[in-house]
């Protein structure tokens, strides 16, 4: 099984400039590109690397205006997977019976978006991982002691996480 925890080294901006097909440079999200890329090893224990993903990406035309939601549908077409877009307990639902997600939200204390892949709902909590170097980043203080930090996973208890989480975050959620 391929476990890979894939952090992107763009921490601030989290912005990689990725050199595609016959020079063109374009600039790609490193953190839901590495996100899609766990979600795929660990959904179908298949080696998809960042760079991987990020090539794969640029061929079908993704950019940072159509980002997530186009390389969520790229992606399920490549390898088959049922994908959605839904609300919050639909996904959390969803990734209990053994779908993986990613959610893209702004916490209320940034104005930046961040990306977390889903792996796994489970009645100790919700198994999340942040690309980013810092895990529980832009988590106000009195959450963050709520928040188990174990084998590259923040394990947030899923009261937390809906106070938490706006109501405004997007889900993808994808299936075999």
């Not at 890329?37 to 990406?57: G, T």
């Amino acid at each position: 099984m391929l476990n890979h925890v894939y952090i992107s080294e763009e921490s601030e901006q989290a912005i990689h400039r990725i050199t595609g097909i016959n020079g063109y440079s374009q600039s790609l999200n490193c953190v839901y590109i590495c996100c899609m890329s766990m979600l795929i090893e660990r959904m179908l224990d298949l080696s998809f690397p960042p760079d991987m993903c990020a090539q794969f990406a640029l061929r079908c035309g993704v950019t940072e205006e159509n980002g997530l939601p186009m390389l969520s549908a790229a992606v399920a077409g490549r390898f088959s997977l049922r994908h959605t877009e839904c609300e919050q307990e639909n996904a959390l639902a969803q990734i209990a019976a053994g779908a993986k997600g990613i959610v893209r939200m702004t916490l209320p204390a940034e104005e930046k978006q961040r990306y977390y892949l889903i792996d796994q709902v489970k009645k100790t909590g919700i198994y999340m991982i942040n690309p980013s170097l810092q895990q529980a980043k832009g988590i106000p203080r009195s959450k963050k002691r709520l928040i188990q930090i174990k084998d590259g996973y923040m394990i947030v208890p899923k009261d937390v996480y809906v106070t938490l989480c706006p109501e405004n975050a997007q889900y993808f959620v994808f299936s075999q």
